[in-house]
């Protein structure tokens, strides 16, 4: 089945982490990605550090959500981003807007007033016609296929990967009828929120840490389709190998990455091909051949293998600098 999967991220989605996600040979899914970007706040923000223990859920047993908000929880410990709780009005939006869509045929996040299901007219606003608090940011997910694709379609991408495993801090999902949406949450940022995930506030990184995908010793598919991503992050690459993503805090306007190298070495020691992706504002310290990229976040970079990796194991290594200050970073995972 050819699903689609589509995100929205502004601040825009595996049992256990070293287990597989996806399926070995499966069509990737199409992914979509809007990134409205939040205006910065005039004021210090004000944030946590990552949560180390995952909260547990309402979700049943056998409801598909739990094994989504337990993977998606692992993935984030395991990366040290920091664990989600469950939001019970980031559900009833989410389960809202899923109605929307199959009634609608449509992968949106907006809706339009007339049309069945109509709730409000983005995820904020979804948010709060169901009573949630309007002092929280709220961005979204959303997916149409195999249910059980919804969050491996998600970790094996670019825009939406750096989504998931953001600053946010609660999680809402509806999944049923082949449709997934995951609507997140930041409730600790300054300022009273809107639609897209500021970049303040939530969960942040220790200033001296930094995150990374895959995870330490996880295993990913070797494969990537770009074009299955709107925004397509390779145009010119029909397959591509895993994403792999180092990200750091950049909680003020002023933080900065920047990149002096970031290299894949496959299980014979040889480099694997591969570009660097860079949001605007780490281009003019990074190294020449970086590649700018204006859908990432600040603080967020990307190695892009141009061709898929064959199975084994491999070292990431990323040597950059936050606010001047070196940051080197070595670690191994395994492609199937």
């Given at each position: 089945?050819?699903?689609?999967?589509?995100?929205?991220?502004?601040?825009?989605?595996?049992?256990?982490?070293?287990?597989?996600?996806?399926?070995?040979?499966?069509?990737?899914?199409?992914?979509?990605?809007?990134?409205?970007?939040?205006?910065?706040?005039?004021?210090?923000?004000?944030?946590?550090?990552?949560?180390?223990?995952?909260?547990r859920s309402t979700y049943a047993s056998t409801d598909p959500r739990l094994e989504f908000f337990n993977a998606l929880n692992s993935l984030r410990v395991a990366m040290g981003v920091g664990a989600l709780r469950q939001d019970a009005a980031l559900d009833a939006a989410a389960e809202n807007h899923l109605?929307?869509?199959?009634?609608?045929?449509?992968?949106?996040?907006?809706?339009?007033?007339?049309?069945?299901?109509?709730?409000?007219?983005?995820?904020?606003?979804?948010?709060?016609?169901?009573?949630?608090?309007?002092?929280?940011?709220?961005?979204?997910?959303?997916?149409?296929?195999?249910?059980?694709?919804?969050?491996?379609?998600?970790?094996?991408?670019?825009?939406?990967?750096?989504?998931?495993?953001?600053?946010?801090?609660?999680?809402?999902?509806?999944?049923?009828?082949?449709?997934?949406?995951?609507?997140?949450?930041?409730?600790?940022?300054?300022?009273?929120?809107?639609?897209?995930?500021?970049?303040?506030?939530?969960?942040?990184?220790?200033?001296?840490?930094?995150?990374?995908?895959?995870?330490?010793?996880?295993?990913?598919?070797?494969?990537?389709?770009?074009?299955?991503?709107?925004?397509?992050?390779?145009?010119?690459?029909?397959?591509?190998?895993?994403?792999?993503?180092?990200?750091?805090?950049?909680?003020?306007?002023?933080?900065?990455?920047?990149?002096?190298?970031?290299?894949?070495?496959?299980?014979?020691?040889?480099?694997?091909?591969?570009?660097?992706?860079?949001?605007?504002?780490?281009?003019?310290?990074?190294?020449?051949?970086?590649?700018?990229?204006?859908?990432?976040?600040?603080?967020?970079?990307?190695?892009?293998?141009?061709?898929?990796?064959?199975?084994?194991?491999?070292?990431?290594?990323?040597?950059?600098?936050?606010?001047?200050?070196?940051?080197?970073?070595?670690?191994?995972?395994?492609?199937?």
């Amino acid at each position: 089945m050819k699903t689609r999967l589509f995100a929205v991220a502004a601040m825009s989605a595996f049992i256990a982490v070293s287990s597989s996600i996806g399926t070995a040979g499966a069509t990737p899914p199409a992914i979509a990605s809007i990134t409205p970007r939040t205006r910065t706040i005039g004021k210090e923000p004000f944030s946590s550090g990552p949560t180390a223990i995952a909260p547990r859920s309402t979700y049943a047993s056998t409801d598909p959500r739990l094994e989504f908000f337990n993977a998606l929880n692992s993935l984030r410990v395991a990366m040290g981003v920091g664990a989600l709780r469950q939001d019970a009005a980031l559900d009833a939006a989410a389960e809202n807007h899923l109605e929307y869509m199959k009634f609608n045929a449509v992968m949106s996040h907006a809706e339009i007033p007339g049309n069945p299901g109509f709730t409000s007219a983005d995820p904020y606003q979804q948010v709060l016609a169901v009573g949630g608090s309007h002092k929280q940011w709220v961005g979204q997910n959303a997916y149409s296929g195999e249910l059980a694709r919804c969050l491996g379609s998600m970790t094996n991408s670019v825009y939406h990967l750096q989504g998931i495993t953001s600053n946010q801090e609660t999680i809402g999902l509806a999944m049923h009828d082949n449709y997934c949406v995951a609507n997140f949450g930041v409730m600790t940022a300054a300022g009273a929120g809107g639609y897209g995930l500021a970049q303040w506030g939530g969960q942040q990184l220790p200033p001296g840490t930094g995150a990374h995908y895959p995870a330490a010793n996880a295993k990913v598919l070797g494969l990537f389709i770009p074009a299955d991503e709107i925004p397509n992050p390779a145009p010119d690459l029909a397959r591509a190998g895993p994403p792999i993503m180092f990200r750091v805090n950049v909680e003020k306007p002023s933080d900065v990455l920047t990149v002096s190298n970031f290299i894949l070495t496959g299980p014979g020691g040889n480099s694997v091909p591969a570009r660097i992706l860079v949001p605007a504002e780490s281009r003019p310290g990074s190294l020449a051949s970086a590649i700018e990229d204006a859908s990432l976040y600040r603080g967020v970079v990307f190695l892009l293998p141009t061709q898929p990796i064959a199975a084994g194991t491999y070292t990431a290594t990323f040597a950059g600098a936050r606010n001047g200050v070196a940051i080197n970073k070595s670690w191994s995972f395994t492609a199937y």
